[in-house]
């Protein structure tokens, strides 16, 4: 019973994982366009950069220790099953 709580406990955080990579990505390709359009006010274009250079930072953080969790779990559940 317990290595089926691992593993769904394992399974959930991978589903989250990938979620936050992939509003890593679709965060980065907002920051490319942003970049890429004409601003009317040239201070809010750079207002919106900072913000999404934050939420870049605050969700590469985020994909690294998710990453490092499911590693680490995959690793115990690796030598629970031994």
């Known amino acids: 019973m317990e290595q089926r709580l691992t593993e769904s406990d394992i399974a959930v955080a991978l589903k989250h994982y990938?979620?936050?990579?992939?509003?890593l990505l679709d965060t980065r390709?907002?920051?490319t366009l942003t970049e890429s359009e004409p601003a009317a006010k040239p201070a809010e274009k750079e207002a919106q950069l900072r913000l999404i250079a934050q939420k870049i930072a605050l969700l590469e953080q985020h994909s690294k220790?998710?990453?490092?969790e499911l590693l680490k779990a995959g690793r115990i559940d690796v030598?629970?099953?031994q």
């Open 18 to 23: 990938e979620r936050v990579c992939t509003e």
């Open 65 to 68: 220790n998710l990453r490092e």
């Open 79 to 81: 030598t629970t099953r």
């Open 29 to 31: 390709l907002r920051k």
